[in-house]
Each structure stands twice: as C-alpha cells, then as structure tokens.
C-alpha cells in the first residue's frame, strides 16, 4: 500500500458536485485512489507527503483528441498557411515514410508536452500505419510517460484511385481494418475502473471511408464494449462535401450510420448547427472541441456556449501537433475562452468553466466516470501548479489565473498516483534523450 498526501494547498479545486474550493486542502491517495480531500485530512501512515503551499492542486486535464505521430511533423514549410484539405495533400507524402520507431518517438514528444502542461489523460487518434507501425507503438510511448491513454484505431479507406484525399498507399483494404480494429481491442483494451490503457475506433472522417465501413466499425464497437471517434463538421467544405455526397448534413449522417449515442465523440464540429447541437445534447453524443487547431486551420469558432447550455458533453483537444504546432492542455482551456468571448461577448465563458470543460467535460466525453474530479473514491489524477512564481505574480484570484495568465507548466502531475512529473521534471524519461532521438527522427523525414 502506497499513500502520498499533497498538502497545503493555497486551493484545491475538486470539480466535485459542488465544484468545492477548499482554500489550505490536502488531498490524501492511496493506491492510485483519493481517499481524502479537505482541510482535516490525517497524515497517518503516509509514505509521501507534497507540500503544495503555494499551488493550485487541480483534477489532470484530460486531451480528448490528438494525433500523437504528427508532433515530427510540426511547422512544415508547405503546410504552414494550407487550408485543411491542401494541408493534408503536403503532409501524406512525409507520413508515408514514417516507421514504427518514428510513431513511437512522435507520441512520446507529444505526450510528454501535454504532461508537462498538466495533462492526465489523453486520447489518440491514429489513422495511418504505414511501415509496420501498430497501435501498440503509441501505447508503449504513453506507458513511458505513464499518461492514461485512450488509444483510437483509425483508418483510411478511400484512396486517390477512389476519389479520395490521400494517396492509395496510405489507405487500408476494409476487411484488413475491421480485423486489426478487433485485434487492438482484444489485446490491449481495458474496460475496468482505472484503466491505464482503452481502445475506441476511430475511422479518420467520414471523407477518407465508405458509409459501410462506417456502419460496420459501430457495430463492431457496441459488439466489443468501446467507444467510437472520428472528425465531424470540422469546416465548410466538410459540410459542403457532406450535402454534396450524402444528400444531409454531417450530424444527420452520423445518426443515420449509428454513429451518435453516449459512447461517441466527435472532434470539432465547429459547423455543427442548431438542429444537430440538439441531437448530440439528446443522444448523449460528446464533442472534442478544439480551438487552437480551429484558429491555425481558420475553420470557424465552434459554438461551444451553445453546446454546453444545450447540455452536450464538451471536452477539449489540442489535436494533431501538425495543425496546431503546440500541445499545451491549460493553453487550450485559455484559447477555449478566448474564442467564445470573440464571438459571444466577454461574459460569455469564465475561467472557471474553460477549466472545468479542461478536466470533468473531457473525462465525462471519453465516458471516464472514474476521473476528472478530486472526491473520495475518483482515480488520483492531480496536477499541483505554482501559482507563486512570474507567471501568476499580481493575480488576485489564483484559480482564474490558471486560464487568464500563463502558460503554466505543471509543477507536479500524478496519474494513478504515481508521480509523472515531480518539481517540472519527468519522471518516466529523460527528455534530453528523446528530444535528441526526435531530431534524429526529424532529420530522416526531411531528406
Ligand atoms: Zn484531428
């Protein structure tokens, strides 16, 4: 038995029912598990006790859409100022000579990123695998930081020859799909309290597969127990090309296929209108609202104050490296924020929200009822932030600074417990050494 207690805390923000803020809290965890949180908390027996005077103590914030192998491909030259379709056109050729080496490498600078800005949990989206690169190369990237990882077994099935975006040898024959998709979720999918690591399938976008391999992968999903992903609604070409080719708009065509309920998310849906925000909010259907790649790809605001009011589950993605260049978790809450308030007005979103939508709205959209809150019982996922330093100086409301000032790197950050980062320091790998592997890795792919 392992108990660490964080103590002292200026704040803790519980997100709990309540969205208590304990001023001077401690957070008591045991076994990968909180087992106290307030102002009277017993420091028996404890192996480790964090002094978090000081510090912010938040639940981790929890990514819920990225594409771990493209961080080697960031601020390409020919990609920097594309539309989304003509960035992807410049970007398959590179991804075509990716290894496996190369999917492990790339998850592990993202992952480390995102951990180091206070991150938690965090899905992927992988739709290419060229090479010989599987699933398992991310998974073992996240195991080496020691994320939670929700892992999302992608594809592409509409080629060039086929009227499709990416070339013919970056996509994958259906029936070697629907079979490597069960494959991953036998082996490696955990559907228990504290999973480490989960599987969901995820074709890339209604544009790169065919409706019947968009229908068979939910029911090869709901016959398996995982939850399904892919992009929706992200521009207005994806909702031209949809009424063009479909007859209907993307949420439509997502219910039609099956592809709405309470264990789907869908990234973006920036166009997502009145009549669909109402189907995501009745079905339970989730969004992975992703600000900063909407602004770097210029799609649109999506209109997150209207999803929330409406009651759809809302969580945040930093999404692919390549299309926003930075994964940086509490810069996202912030850019969140930001975005509503151009389009709604100042009063439209509070830190506090873009924080809330940061931790419980992501944990809820990957269905993760055992995170994204400090109470008794929820998995020890907590990031510890020194709000003492330059960053937050003159800050009169710590908790706000979080989003309003900034960024913020995280000081500590645990998972399961387990300490992930410990005084601005991995803990799982030397960063130098990976760094230095990436620019290995960088340099292959640009000759
Ligand atoms: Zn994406």
Redesign the pocket.
């Known amino acids: 038995m392992t108990r660490t207690l964080i103590e002292n805390a200026e704040i803790v923000v519980t997100m709990d029912a309540e969205r208590r803020e304990i001023a001077g809290g401690s957070v008591l965890m045991e076994d990968g598990i909180i087992v106290a949180v307030g102002t009277d908390v017993a420091a028996e027996a404890v192996d480790e006790v964090l002094d978090a005077s000081g510090c912010v103590v938040t639940p981790g914030l929890v990514n819920t ?1 990225h ?1 771990l192998f493209q961080t080697l491909v960031r601020a390409v030259p020919g990609g920097q100022d594309a539309l989304l379709f003509g960035w992807l056109k410049t970007l398959y050729p590179i991804f075509l000579k990716m290894t496996p080496e190369d999917f492990f490498v790339s998850a592990q600078v993202g992952l480390a990123e995102l951990a180091l800005s206070g991150c938690t949990m965090s899905s992927d ?1 992988q739709y290419i695998f060229p090479n010989g690169a599987k699933l398992e190369d991310t998974v073992a990237a996240a195991e080496s930081i020691g994320v939670r990882f929700h892992a999302t077994r992608g594809s592409m099935s509409v080629g060039e020859s086929s009227g499709g975006l990416p070339p013919d040898r970056l996509v994958e024959a259906e029936p070697d799909i629907l079979k490597d998709c069960e494959r991953v979720v036998d082996a490696l999918h955990d559907a228990g309290d504290g999973a480490m690591v989960r599987v969901a399938l995820a074709p890339c976008s209604p544009f790169s597969v065919s409706t019947g391999l968009m229908k068979e992968t939910a029911g090869l999903a709901r016959q398996k127990g995982v939850m399904l992903h892919t ?1 929706l609604a992200e521009n207005d070409e994806d909702i031209d090309y949809s009424l063009e080719k479909f007859g209907c708009r993307p949420g439509d065509y997502a219910e039609s296929l099956g592809w709405t309920g309470d264990d789907v998310w869908h ?1 973006h849906c920036v166009k997502l209108d009145r009549a669909e925000i109402d189907l995501f909010a009745r079905s339970g259907t989730g969004v992975a609202h ?1 600000p900063c ?1 909407n602004c770097r790809l210029g799609s649109g605001i999506a209109p997150v104050r209207q999803m929330r009011d409406a009651g759809v589950k809302v969580g945040l993605g930093v ?2 490296s390549a ?1 926003n260049d930075s994964g940086h978790m509490l810069s996202e809450a912030r850019q969140a924020l930001l975005l509503q308030r151009v389009k709604n007005g100042a009063d439209a979103m509070s830190a506090r929200e873009a924080l809330e939508i940061a931790t419980l709205g992501g944990a809820r959209v990957l269905g993760r009822h055992d995170c994204g809150s400090i109470e008794v019982g929820k998995r020890a996922d907590i990031a510890v932030w020194n709000v003492s330093g330059l960053t937050a100086a003159g800050a009169w409301d710590p908790v706000a600074a979080l989003v309003l000032c900034g960024p913020f790197a995280v000081r500590d950050l645990f998972v399961e417990g387990r300490p992930v980062v410990s005084g601005g320091v991995l803990t799982g790998v030397e960063l130098g050494r990976v760094l230095e592997t990436a620019r290995t890795r960088v340099a292959r792919l640009m000759g």
């Open positions: 859409h594409h989206h992009h990234a992703c790649s999404d692919g299309s």
